[in-house]
């Protein structure tokens, strides 16, 4: 046998010793221990008895063991509800088993009010607060607290005008509470602006080209106590007139007569511009025929 071969073979002899001498003191060590035990239970209620179950955690010994039915272990409860509840007081109710139909009592808490019927004892008015109180929808019982009930505030009616506006005063409307029952003499008081005067003019003298006119203003609004006013129309000025037409080629001074005074004047008459015709581009104007070459 080779030297290499030799110490291969003698390594796997060695390993294989070391293993069968290792199993071998596991085995022994399982048969010679004390047990330790991982325990489930499942435990007994009032109509089923629960179980024991454990396993050894070094040699997987399991062991089942039945445990006797606890008949004080009720699971779940239902409410007996043959018992009539009070808003404040606490009562005497039961509670059976669903497994067994054991039974136990147990206090039951009041329910508590449940304010919901409101009703006035001071009804309020337009100026004054009221007081309101609520009553148990279950047993009727008035709540002590008090609830103040906010002023209604006045029902105006229609407007009346109690004073007329002037050109020079204010006038005034006036609603009165229309609400039942209502005794405050409270009025709603609006004031509207004055009407302010509304002038017209009338002649008294006219005026000429000549001499100054007479006129006189009044206020025409219902009541109104100002006094009229006389005045001077200012001398009309000379309105001259002319059946002369104006030329294409220069302004004319020539004398008019006025419409108002039948006097005669001066007056300026301008030039009006050239009515050309369209025919070449040398054009005739056709009122004075003079000729413009427009190319």
Same mark, same amino acid.
């Given at each position: 046998?080779?030297?290499?071969?030799?110490?291969?073979?003698?390594?796997? !002899?060695?390993?294989?010793?070391?293993t069968?001498?290792?199993?071998?003191?596991?085995?022994?060590?399982?048969?010679?221990?004390?047990?330790?035990? %991982?325990?489930?239970?499942?435990?007994?209620?009032?109509?089923?008895?629960? #179980?024991?179950y454990?396993?050894?955690?070094?040699?997987?010994?399991e062991?089942?063991?039945?445990?006797?039915?606890?008949?004080?272990n009720?699971?779940?409860?239902?409410?007996?509800?043959?018992?009539?509840?009070?808003?404040?007081t606490?009562?005497?109710g039961?509670?059976?088993?669903?497994?067994?139909?054991?039974?136990?009592?147990?206090?039951l808490?009041?329910?508590?009010?449940?304010?919901?019927? /409101?009703s006035?004892?001071?009804?309020?008015?337009?100026?004054?607060?009221?007081?309101?109180?609520? %009553?148990?929808?279950?047993?009727?019982?008035?709540?002590?607290?008090?609830? !103040?009930?906010?002023?209604?505030?006045?029902?105006?009616?229609?407007?009346?005008?109690?004073?007329?506006?002037?050109?020079t005063?204010?006038g005034?409307?006036?609603?009165?509470?229309?609400?039942?029952?209502c005794?405050?003499?409270?009025?709603?008081?609006?004031? /509207?602006?004055k009407?302010?005067?509304?002038?017209?003019?009338?002649?008294?003298?006219s005026?000429?080209c000549?001499t100054?006119?007479?006129?006189?203003?009044?206020?025409?609004?219902?009541?109104?106590t100002?006094?009229?006013?006389?005045?001077?129309?200012?001398?009309?000025?000379h %309105?001259?007139?002319?059946?002369?037409?104006?030329?294409? #080629?220069?302004?004319?001074?020539?004398?008019? #007569?006025?419409?108002?005074?039948?006097?005669?004047?001066?007056?300026k008459?301008e030039?009006?511009?050239?009515?050309?015709?369209?025919?070449? %581009?040398?054009?005739?104007?056709?009122?004075?025929?003079?000729?413009?070459?427009?190319?």
């Open positions: 046998m080779k030297m290499g071969n030799f110490w291969v073979f003698s390594i796997i !002899i060695t390993i294989l010793a070391f069968f001498t290792a199993c071998g003191e596991e085995e022994t060590r399982k048969r010679e221990h004390e047990h330790q035990w %991982n325990i489930y239970y499942y435990p007994s209620t009032c109509s089923t008895a629960g #179980t024991e454990k396993t050894c955690v070094v040699c997987f010994k062991t089942l063991s039945t445990m006797p039915i606890d008949p004080n009720h699971i779940s409860w239902y409410f007996n509800d043959t018992v009539e509840r009070t808003c404040d606490v009562v005497k039961e509670e059976v088993c669903f497994e067994c139909n054991a039974k136990r009592e147990i206090d808490p009041p329910l508590g009010h449940s304010w919901g019927i /409101f006035e004892t001071v009804g309020a008015t337009c100026t004054i607060t009221g007081i309101g109180k609520y %009553n148990c929808v279950e047993c009727n019982i008035e709540n002590p607290e008090e609830y !103040i009930l906010s002023e209604l505030g006045h029902w105006w009616g229609e407007m009346v005008i109690t004073k007329d506006p002037t050109c005063t204010d005034e409307l006036e609603q009165s509470c229309i609400r039942e029952g005794t405050v003499p409270d009025k709603n008081v609006i004031v /509207f602006q009407l302010g005067h509304k002038l017209s003019v009338r002649t008294i003298l005026s000429t000549f100054s006119g007479r006129g006189e203003e009044t206020c025409i609004n219902s009541g109104c100002l006094p009229a006013r006389e005045f001077d129309t200012p001398i009309r000025q %309105n001259y007139v002319s059946n002369v037409q104006p030329l294409c #080629t220069d302004d004319q001074i020539v004398t008019g #007569t006025c419409t108002e005074c039948s006097s005669t004047g001066t007056i008459i030039r009006k511009e050239h009515n050309w015709d369209n025919l070449s %581009n040398v054009r005739t104007c056709l009122d004075c025929n003079i000729r413009v070459n427009f190319r």
